[in-house]
């Protein structure tokens, strides 16, 4: 049997593959971030093709932080209901869920937050429109956020938590040195730029206790001028692994990237595929805890070769699983073609429209 359908263990989850669903925004929550039904059959159709392990899409820890419209919630205990349908839903399938809490901090949409963004620092070129810079008050409000938003995700019944600190959001920013020009304990060198994940940790283990999966995803570097390095990601990694996370989830790149918006387009040959894969060999060397890979894997033959080469423990997929929701499941039958994911990224465009994520490239 190929090692990708090995059982693994993350702080006592146990997950019966190496495939995971990286968090993808669905769209598909109510205006207030509630689970739909649809919602909910996003997830089954996830568990039934044979994914090891769900994270949610991004979900927003308070109102300040929302990204995108009809994005998932966890900032009230009145959506814990509903998320707790979900979890049950996919437990009963057998499947194993984690939810990803974040904060989008400058890119928070003011049209859906009726406020001016919090940003780690405003600086002049940051935006045209107006910012909050984040007072350290501002901060310790975010931390406790977190705290509690991971409490609600194990009442609700999931399996895990994850802090989304890449891509550019709030956690991002405060690793980046495009965004963060702090002069305070918050700003300067790598170990107080990661400061604030050090206490959110602290905060979230306080609130779920030590046998509880706590999971962070992270950019390998920003790939924009001035940003976060490999040196210093690495750096931040290793303060993480030390901490008490449990694994770290390997991305990069920022929401406005125009280095690396052309690597996610038009995947078609095996090179172009898993674009961090020289970067996770270098976390997989220094950093000790289990590492997850995403970012454009779309052929079995690699992720097995990158499991069983040691760069990753794990194989992190997005847009794969938008097209085709039962791909392991058609590998682990022994169909071994690649991703029919065409890599077009028109997938999010229905989303903006409020129809939810699919694939506009598959025929029915």
Known sequence: MSKLFETCTINGMNIPNRFIRSATWEGMATEEGAVTPRLIEVMNALVSGGVGLIITGHSYIMPEGQATP??????????IPGLREMTESVHQKGGKIVMQLAHSGNFAPAHLTKQAPWVVSNFEGLSKSPRKEMSVQDIKIVVKAFGEAARRAKSAGFDGIQIHSGHGYLFSQFLSPIYNKRKDEYGGDIRNRTRVHLETYQAIRNAVGK?????IKMNCRDFAENGLTVEESLQAAKL??????DAIELSGGMLNSPKLSPTRMGINSED???????DARLFKKEVNIPLILVGGVRSFDLAEKLVEEGVTDYISMCRPFIREPDLIKRWKAGDRRKSECKSDNLCFTPAFEGKGVYCVAKKN
């Open 70 to 79: 009809l994005q998932l919630g966890v900032y009230k205990d009145d959506l």
């Open 211 to 215: 046998d509880y999966p706590v999971l």
């Open 240 to 245: 993480l692994a030390e901490a008490g996370f």
């Open 272 to 278: 172009k595929e898993a674009y961090f894969r020289e």
